[in-house]
């Protein structure tokens, strides 16, 4: 029998236990209702719980909250930034492709689903709504799951549904789905997006990572044809193009005709593109970030970006000074599938400096390696592109600079060939 909780004071009492992993789903998908409720009520769990909120994009989270909850996520991004400069989120370092083998096997335990849903359809299916993911994986697996049925909520075409005896409580409710920030492009976003969307043929098939690049790529994609898209998240910028004709799927080499992704990260407009379309398939982790699915995907353009890449190829995508603000995420199941994909683009495109400081850096220096070297391909600034692949230490050496902001090439050049061992 599912329990029905108050819209206006939400009880969870009895569902959750000292000890449990809480995870739910992330960024625009966050059932906010839920994650403020358990925020609130997080003392009479009775003993320390642990969260994994993923993007956290609401108010729910804060740092006095750690007296009672263990935060764990993949990512510094958006609300999760505070708490890792408060010290007190801590990071699963992992391919975004390993969440379902590691919810299937317990390795990362789930034991409360909290969802955001959308009201069933005629025949009684809630869709999962604004993201799949490894959500999928953590449905077979969870003790407990709780679902915000929102009533605007998009109602989307996925490989998941959910009944109403799968959930132990619902809480009905009606609001906006949170919404992504958007950052417009300004002239060096723009310029970057202009070298990426040369590099792409017609007919390639794309995929987007977190952050501000992607969105301005899509924008200058405006004079390509029938361009498609297998990516982790979607937003603004595909439902734009679709509208336009521009991605049309016909010449995908696997799921022809649609879009397939994880999930959606925008605003009212992306929300409303993806409600009973038809035209955009959610699929779980398993299938979206697959090596065995993403090898089958010719063309494949991988568009991600970085906090700073080094001279010899090595990305940083996680720490800025000293504080996670981005993530492993699936950046590098992406890049190795375009490396091997027939026609494929792994792109890492980013600012070349961030204030006074250059994001081509001679070494990754005390931050982390989320893609190696080994992994390269091309790194884009808005100076232009550096096509790494095949190309030897001292070689990729010259590129990189040549793509660094001036001011700082005559710096790289003095501490390009230190330590490089060679
Ligand atoms: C679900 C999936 O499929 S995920 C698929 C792919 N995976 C990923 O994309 C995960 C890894 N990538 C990321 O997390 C992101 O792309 C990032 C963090 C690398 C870049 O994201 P963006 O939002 O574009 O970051 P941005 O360039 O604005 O940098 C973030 C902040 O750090 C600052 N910063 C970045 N680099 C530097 C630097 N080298 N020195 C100093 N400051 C820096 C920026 O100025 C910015 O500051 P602000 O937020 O105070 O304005």
Same mark, same amino acid.
């Given at each position: 029998?599912?329990?029905?909780?108050?819209?206006?004071?939400?009880?969870?009492?009895?569902?959750?236990?000292?000890?449990?992993?809480?995870?739910?789903?992330?960024?625009?998908?966050?059932?906010?209702?839920?994650?403020?409720?358990?925020?609130?009520?997080?003392?009479?769990?009775?003993?320390?719980?642990?969260?994994?909120?993923?993007?956290?994009?609401?108010?729910?989270?804060?740092?006095?909250?750690?007296?009672?909850?263990?935060?764990?996520?993949?990512?510094?991004?958006?609300?999760?930034?505070?708490?890792?400069?408060?010290? /007190?989120?801590?990071?699963?370092?992992?391919?975004?492709?390993?969440?379902?083998?590691?919810?299937?096997?317990?390795?990362?335990?789930?034991?409360?689903?909290?969802?955001?849903?959308?009201?069933?359809?005629?025949?009684?299916?809630?869709?999962?709504?604004?993201?799949?993911?490894?959500?999928?994986?953590?449905?077979?697996?969870?003790?407990?799951?709780?679902?915000?049925?929102?009533?605007?909520?998009?109602?989307?075409?996925?490989?998941?549904?959910?009944?109403?005896?799968?959930?132990?409580?619902?809480?009905?409710?009606?609001?906006?789905?949170?919404?992504?920030?958007?950052?417009?492009?300004?002239?060096?976003?723009?310029?970057?997006?202009?070298?990426?969307?040369?590099?792409?043929?017609?007919?390639?098939?794309?995929?987007?990572?977190?952050?501000?690049?992607?969105?301005?790529?899509?924008?200058?994609?405006?004079?390509?044809?029938?361009?498609?898209?297998?990516?982790?998240?979607?937003?603004?910028?595909?439902?734009?193009?679709?509208?336009?004709?521009?991605?049309?799927?016909?010449?995908?080499?696997?799921?022809?005709?649609?879009? /397939?992704?994880?999930?959606?990260?925008?605003?009212?407009?992306?929300?409303?593109? /993806?409600?009973?379309?038809?035209?955009?398939?959610?699929?779980?982790?398993?299938?979206?970030?697959?090596?065995?699915?993403?090898?089958?995907?010719?063309?494949?353009?991988?568009?991600?970006?970085?906090?700073?890449?080094?001279?010899?190829?090595?990305?940083?995508?996680?720490?800025? +000074?000293?504080?996670?603000? +981005?993530?492993?995420?699936?950046?590098?199941?992406?890049?190795?599938?375009?490396?091997?994909?027939?026609?494929?683009?792994?792109?890492?495109?980013?600012?070349?400096?961030?204030?006074?400081?250059?994001?081509?850096?001679?070494?990754?220096?005390?931050?982390?390696?989320?893609?190696?070297?080994?992994?390269?391909?091309?790194?884009?600034?808005?100076?232009?592109?550096?096509?790494?692949?095949?190309?030897?230490?001292?070689?990729?050496?010259?590129?990189?600079?040549?793509?660094?902001?001036?001011?700082?090439?005559?710096?790289?050049?003095?501490?390009?060939?230190?330590?490089?061992?060679?």
């Amino acid at each position: 029998m599912t329990r029905q909780l108050n819209p206006d004071a939400p009880d969870l009492s009895g569902l959750i236990r000292p000890g449990d992993t809480v995870l739910w789903s992330q960024a625009d998908a966050e059932p906010v209702v839920l994650t403020r409720a358990l925020a609130a009520q997080r003392a009479a769990v009775g003993g320390r719980f642990t969260v994994f909120p993923g993007i956290a994009l609401s108010d729910a989270l804060a740092p006095e909250q750690a007296d009672c909850i263990d935060f764990v996520s993949y990512c510094g991004t958006g609300r999760n930034r505070a708490l890792a400069k408060a010290g /007190v989120l801590d990071i699963l370092p992992c391919h975004y492709s390993e969440f379902p083998p590691m919810i299937r096997s317990g390795a990362l335990k789930v034991d409360v689903l909290m969802l955001q849903l959308a009201p069933p359809d005629e025949q009684g299916r809630y869709s999962l709504g604004l993201a799949h993911e490894y959500l999928v994986a953590a449905i077979g697996k969870a003790r407990t799951i709780i679902a915000e049925v929102n009533d605007q909520c998009p109602w989307t075409h996925g490989e998941r549904h959910l009944r109403e005896e799968d959930l132990a409580a619902v809480v009905r409710t009606s609001r906006p789905p949170l919404e992504s920030p958007k950052v417009e492009p300004g002239p060096v976003e723009d310029a970057i997006a202009a070298h990426v969307a040369g590099l792409i043929p017609d007919g390639a098939t794309l995929q987007f990572g977190l952050g501000a690049i992607p969105e301005a790529i899509l924008s200058r994609l405006g004079g390509h044809r029938d361009l498609g898209v297998h990516s982790g998240t979607i937003g603004d910028g595909v439902a734009r193009l679709v509208e336009a004709g521009v991605i049309t799927n016909a010449r995908k080499s696997i799921d022809p005709g649609v879009i /397939v992704t994880g999930m959606v990260m925008g605003s009212r407009r992306a929300h409303a593109f /993806v409600h009973r379309n038809p035209l955009v398939q959610f699929r779980g982790t398993d299938y979206t970030h697959g090596a065995d699915v993403l090898a089958r995907v010719e063309r494949f353009a991988a568009l991600n970006s970085a906090v700073e890449v080094d001279l010899t190829g090595q990305v940083n995508a996680e720490l800025v +000074g000293g504080t996670y603000v +981005g993530a492993v995420g699936g950046a590098l199941d992406f890049l190795r599938a375009a490396r091997r994909s027939p026609g494929g683009l792994p792109i890492v495109a980013l600012p070349s400096t961030a204030g006074a400081n250059s994001r081509i850096v001679a070494r990754i220096g005390a931050a982390t390696v989320s893609t190696p070297r080994s992994d390269a391909g091309i790194v884009v600034t808005e100076h232009g592109a550096a096509d790494l692949r095949g190309l030897t230490l001292r070689q990729r050496v010259a590129r990189m600079i040549a793509i660094a902001a001036p001011a700082h090439r005559e710096q790289l050049e003095r501490e390009a060939h230190a330590g490089l061992g060679i």
